[in-house]
């Protein structure tokens, strides 16, 4: 995951297909990429992002 702009607290919030979350992390400085591995079997999962200001973005991932 690679953020555009800089933040300064950013909470990803893992969730498999059922809503169960997988991992839950926050990251203090987000100008940086982020490598995540997803502990789970193949398929689809949801990856919340929750800036510090409330602004959140949800991406579907497939994990093949």
Do not use: C
């Not at 800089?6 to 809503?19: E, F, L, M």
């Not at 992002?49 to 602004?55: A, F, S, T, V, W």
Request: proline content about 2%.
């Amino acid at each position: 995951i690679s953020f555009g702009a800089d933040h300064q607290q950013v909470q990803i919030v893992v969730a498999n297909i059922v809503g169960q979350v997988i991992s839950k992390t926050n990251v203090a400085s987000a100008n940086t990429t982020i490598n995540m591995d997803i502990a789970g079997p193949a398929g689809l999962y949801f990856v919340t992002l929750r800036e510090e200001n409330g602004k959140t973005a949800v991406l579907k991932m497939v994990k093949e």
